[in-house]
C-alpha cells in the first residue's frame, strides 16, 4: 500500500498561491461575522496566517478561508450550523503559516449555546479552561475568536 | 487538561514534529502543549467539494499566463493523488505555487535580490480526473536565500496544497527535485524524520514523460490521509 506523503510548512509566500482571491465568505450574506487575530507565542500577530474553517450543511461540507492581515486579523462571513445530535454547534477550522510544519486543527463554538456547549462531548471533556479557547466571544455583532499558538491562554489542537 | 480526551497525542512519524529547533520559525508558533486527541467523528468529516468552476482552462500551466513566456527550464510536473489505500483521489483540488527560474517569488515579502520575471506569477491549480491524475506546466524554480541561519538556502521545491474527500485528508507540502546538494542543509526538508518519508517528497525525474523539444518531465504522486467513507 501506498505510504502517505508528509507535510510540509506553507511558508511565508503561500499568498500568491492560496489567497489571491476572497474566499471568505462561507455564506454570502450569512448573519454571522467572526473576525479574529492569529497570535504567536510572544503574543504579536501573525501577519503570514492563512485560516479555514469547514462546516457541515445538508447541502455538504461549505468551506472558506481567509488569510491574516498585517494586523494578524482574520475575518468569515457565515450561517451558525445546525449541530449533529447530542453536540453543541461547531466549526473546524485549520491554521497554516510559516513555522508551522504541519497545520494546526481547532474548533470554534457559540457563546449562545451555554446549555449545548456544557454538554458537548468535545468541550465538556476538556478542562474548563480549555474548553473556554474554543468559545468565541460576542462582541458588537461579531464573534471574537483569537487563536493562541502558544502561551497560558494556547487553543487546543487536536490531533487529526 | 481533562482526563477523557485530552491525553497528549503526538504526530506520527511521517510528519514532522511541530516543536523543530531547527527551522527557527517554528520558535514562537509551534503550540507547546500536546495536541488533544480529536473526538471520533472529527476524522470522518467530509471535506468540501471542488468543481470545474473553482478552476479555469489554463490554471495549470503557468507558462501560458502572460503574454510571453518566462524564463527558465520548462516542465512538467504530473502525478497521481492516492489514498493510503491505493485508491486514486478524484476531482481533488491541487493547487500549487513557487519562485522563478531566478529564486524569486512575486510576493512583497521576498527581498531577495533576484529579478521578477514579468511573464511568470507562479501560481497554478487544478482538478485531478477519474484515475486521480493531474498535470502542470512550468519551470523549474531556483534556490533561494533564507535568514533561517548563516547562509541558509532553500532547495529548489514546489508548495503543493490538495483537499481529498475527508477534512482529515487535507495536505500541504513541498515537492523538491532530484538530486538537489542542499537537501542536507536544508532544515524543512530534514524536519521530516524518516528518511524514506522524506523521499517521497522528491519527485522523480522520468524521460517517458518528457517530451521531445519542449519539456522535462517530472512524476510527483501524493498520498493522502485514507477516509472512512468512500
Redesign the interface.
Known amino acids: 500500500?501506498?505510504?502517505?506523503?508528509?507535510?510540509?510548512?506553507?511558508?511565508?509566500?503561500?499568498?500568491?498561491?492560496?489567497t489571491?482571491e476572497s474566499q471568505n465568505e462561507i455564506v454570502p450574506g450569512g448573519a454571522v461575522r467572526i473576525s479574529g487575530r492569529v497570535l504567536?507565542?510572544?503574543g504579536?500577530p501573525?501577519p503570514?496566517a492563512v485560516v479555514?474553517i469547514?462546516q457541515?450543511s445538508g447541502d455538504?461540507?461549505?468551506?472558506g478561508r481567509c488569510g491574516t492581515d498585517a494586523g494578524g486579523s482574520f475575518e468569515f462571513v457565515t450561517e451558525k450550523p445546525v449541530a449533529?445530535a447530542r453536540?453543541a454547534p461547531s466549526l473546524?477550522l485549520?491554521v497554516?503559516?510559516?513555522?508551522?510544519?504541519?497545520?494546526?486543527?481547532t474548533r470554534l463554538y457559540f457563546p449562545d449555546e451555554a446549555e449545548a456547549n456544557s454538554t458537548d462531548?468535545?468541550l465538556s471533556?476538556?478542562?474548563p479552561r480549555?474548553a473556554a479557547t474554543l468559545v468565541a466571544e460576542q462582541s458588537d455583532g461579531t464573534l471574537r475568536f483569537d487563536i493562541h499558538?502558544?502561551g497560558d491562554r494556547?487553543?487546543?489542537?487536536?490531533?487529526? | 487538561?481533562?482526563e477523557?480526551?485530552?491525553v497528549s497525542?503526538?504526530?506520527d512519524e511521517?510528519?514532522?514534529?511541530?516543536d523543530?529547533p531547527d527551522?527557527r520559525?517554528?520558535?514562537?508558533?509551534?503550540?507547546?502543549?500536546p495536541?488533544?486527541?480529536?473526538?471520533d467523528?472529527?476524522?470522518d468529516?467530509?471535506?468540501?467539494?471542488f468543481g470545474g468552476d473553482d478552476v479555469g482552462e489554463l490554471d495549470h500551466d503557468l507558462t501560458r499566463q502572460h503574454s510571453g513566456e518566462p524564463l527558465g527550464e520548462r516542465i512538467t510536473v504530473s502525478g497521481c493523488v492516492?489514498d493510503?489505500?491505493?485508491r486514486p483521489v478524484r476531482n481533488a483540488l491541487v493547487?500549487?505555487?513557487q519562485?522563478n527560474a531566478g529564486g524569486r517569488?512575486?510576493?512583497d515579502?521576498?527581498r531577495h535580490p533576484a529579478p521578477l520575471d514579468p511573464n511568470f506569477?507562479?501560481?497554478?491549480?487544478t482538478l485531478t480526473d477519474d484515475e486521480g491524475r493531474y498535470e502542470f506546466v512550468t519551470i523549474k524554480p531556483g534556490a533561494y536565500p533564507w535568514q533561517n541561519h548563516p547562509n541558509a538556502w532553500r532547495p529548489a521545491h514546489i508548495?503543493f496544497?490538495l483537499f481529498g474527500r475527508a477534512?482529515?485528508s487535507?495536505?500541504?507540502?513541498?515537492m523538491y527535485f532530484p538530486g538537489d546538494p542542499l537537501f542536507e542543509l536544508d532544515p524543512?526538508?530534514q524536519?521530516?524524520r524518516d528518511p524514506?518519508?522524506?523521499e517521497?517528497?522528491i519527485a522523480g525525474f522520468e524521460l517517458g514523460l518528457t517530451q521531445p523539444e519542449w519539456a522535462l518531465g517530472y512524476r510527483f504522486?501524493?498520498?493522502?490521509?485514507s477516509t472512512p467513507f468512500e
Not at chain 2, 170 to 174: A, D, E, I, M
Open positions: 500500500m501506498p505510504q502517505r506523503t508528509p507535510s510540509q510548512t506553507v511558508g511565508p509566500y503561500f499568498a500568491i498561491g492560496l489571491r504567536d507565542g510572544g504579536e501573525v503570514d479555514e469547514s457541515q455538504g461540507t461549505l468551506w449533529a453536540e473546524d485549520m497554516f503559516a510559516r513555522g508551522l510544519l504541519k497545520h494546526l486543527v462531548p468535545v471533556a476538556l478542562d480549555d499558538l502558544q494556547q487553543t487546543v489542537f487536536f490531533a487529526v | 487538561m481533562g477523557d480526551v485530552a497525542a503526538p504526530l511521517i510528519d514532522p514534529p511541530l523543530y527551522y520559525s517554528t520558535a514562537l508558533r509551534a503550540p507547546k502543549r495536541l488533544v486527541v480529536a473526538p467523528g472529527f476524522r468529516l467530509a471535506g468540501p467539494v492516492l493510503e489505500d491505493g493547487e500549487v505555487w519562485a517569488y512575486r510576493h515579502g521576498d506569477s507562479g501560481a497554478g491549480r508548495h496544497s477534512f482529515s487535507r495536505l500541504v507540502t513541498q524543512i526538508f524536519s521530516v524514506k518519508a522524506r517521497r517528497l504522486d501524493i498520498v493522502l490521509r
